[in-house]
Every structure is written in C-alpha cells, then in structure tokens.
C-alpha cells in the first residue's frame, strides 16, 4: 500500500465520520456557503501566477512550519502579490484545519484553494461551507467517472476546480468542467520530485486550461523555464514556509521575478 492509499483510505473513514457530525443542512447555512466564488483563470492570467500554499507539516518533510499563523501569512502572500493562496485542510498527515482555510478566506479576497483529497461530493460542500473558492481533484486517487462526477458537481455550487495529474495515464480525467490542470511533480507514491513532469505533460494538455506546474519549484529560472512550456500558475509552498517569514519570502520572490 501506497501513502496514497493510506491516505485516502483514513480519509474515507474521516468522510464518514464527518458525514455523522455535521449535516449537508447545516453546512448549507454557514457564513460562507452562498459567497460567489473567485474565479482561479482570470486571478492567475491577472496576476503573478503564484499560488502561495499554508502547510504546516507533510510526510515526507515532517514539520515544516507550525509557529506561523494562517491569516498572517496569507494577508502576507495577498499582500506580495500572489495570484492565489493554498490551504491544506487535511489534519492527520499535513496538520491542517478548517480553521486555518477560515482564518485566510477572512483577511483575504484572492481565491482560496481547499487542498485536501476529495473523493466524495459531501467534501465539496464541506469546501464552499468554510469559504473556499476552488477544490483539488487528484486523478490518483479517483476513477475518470468519479472525476467527472465530481468536477460537475463542484461547478454547480459554483466552485472552481483544479484537477491534479502525474503522468500520461492521467490525461482522460481532464472534463470540461474543470478549470485548470496542474501537473505535480512530486509522484504521491514515492514522494521523489522532478519537474521534468510538467515540461513532459505541457503540450499534451489542451490549451483551453490553465496549466499549473506543482511542487519542487523554489528558483525563477525554474519558473522562467516553465513558462516557456505554456505554464501560467506556479503553486509554491515548502520554499516560503519554511523560513521565519513565509509573507516576506514570497513578496520577494515575486518581486524579483517580476524583474527578469
């Protein structure tokens, strides 16, 4: 069994448990629930393409940063410029919270990304109930019916979708329904990462989506190289989170890619 697979089976458990807690009655009446939504494509085609990411912990690294404060740091990303800012929501593995997401939808007005590993639409109302703008779909995880389904359902409440892929095996979960794809270039089997993936997958992915490229990107050659293969959103997180000032880091990163 995969990390993937462990994954995705204790957040099967989790959905259930969830689904016990909480109704879909009673998400429908948050705060957040019927705010529209901010539109990913036009905030990345506006802005500096970079989707800043609040992660606290991961596997493969362990903790990260768990000092900083969510709505800091993403008044901080908002602040230097970034297109979009990423929250992980997943608790067990990445230390993440609703909470945190929360706390960054209130300080901020750029979409918000609910990363997290949605395998049932109860998580997409889950998502717009704590204010965020777009869901990630990972094809890994999903079947390209459960894909779709799930891409359709999101655009329906309104919810941008980010659909992930690692590989060529994953190209027919691309849909009409989804926003943009992005290719990570860390392989969530074995954690190892190349972003060689991205220039490999570029041109087989239609020019109507936005591409994204994903993880292992911490230099602006690396985004100057990549924009060349047709990518415009670049989603960035352990290389600002783990220093003292993630806000800081990344208003200069922005700063001095805007410069070349």
Avoid: W
Wanted: glycine residues 6%; aromatic residues 6%; negative net charge.
């Amino acid at each position: 069994m995969t990390i993937l697979d462990q994954i995705n089976a204790n957040k099967r458990k989790e959905i259930e448990a969830s689904k016990k807690l909480v109704s879909i009655s009673e998400l429908e009446g948050s705060v957040f629930f019927h705010r529209k939504c901010t539109s990913l494509k036009e905030a990345i085609l506006k802005n500096s393409g970079i989707i800043a990411e609040f992660k606290r912990k991961s596997p493969s690294k362990g903790i990260i940063n768990d000092i900083v404060k969510p709505s800091e740091v993403a008044k901080g990303y908002s602040d230097a410029g970034v297109s979009a800012i990423s929250c992980l929501t997943d608790t067990d593995y990445f230390g993440g919270t609703f909470q945190d997401l929360m706390d960054a939808r209130n300080v901020v007005d750029i979409p918000v990304l609910r990363k997290d590993f949605m395998l049932d639409e109860y998580q997409l109302i889950e998502a717009k109930s704590i204010g965020a703008d777009v869901i990630l779909l990972i094809a890994s995880s999903l079947s390209i019916k459960e894909t779709h389904q799930l891409s359709k359902s999101a655009k329906d409440l309104g919810l941008n979708v980010l659909l992930e892929i690692h590989d060529n095996d994953e190209l027919d979960h691309i849909n009409e329904y989804c926003d943009a794809v992005g290719v990570n270039n860390r392989n969530l089997k074995t954690f190892e990462v190349n972003i060689d993936v991205s220039k490999r997958l570029s041109n087989q992915i239609p020019d109507d989506f936005i591409k994204v490229s994903e993880s292992g990107i911490s230099s602006i050659d690396a985004i100057q190289e990549l924009k060349t293969y047709g990518f415009t959103g670049f989603l960035i997180g352990e290389n600002f989170m783990k220093t003292e000032n993630p806000g800081k880091a990344c208003k200069d990163f922005i700063k001095n890619l805007g410069g070349q």
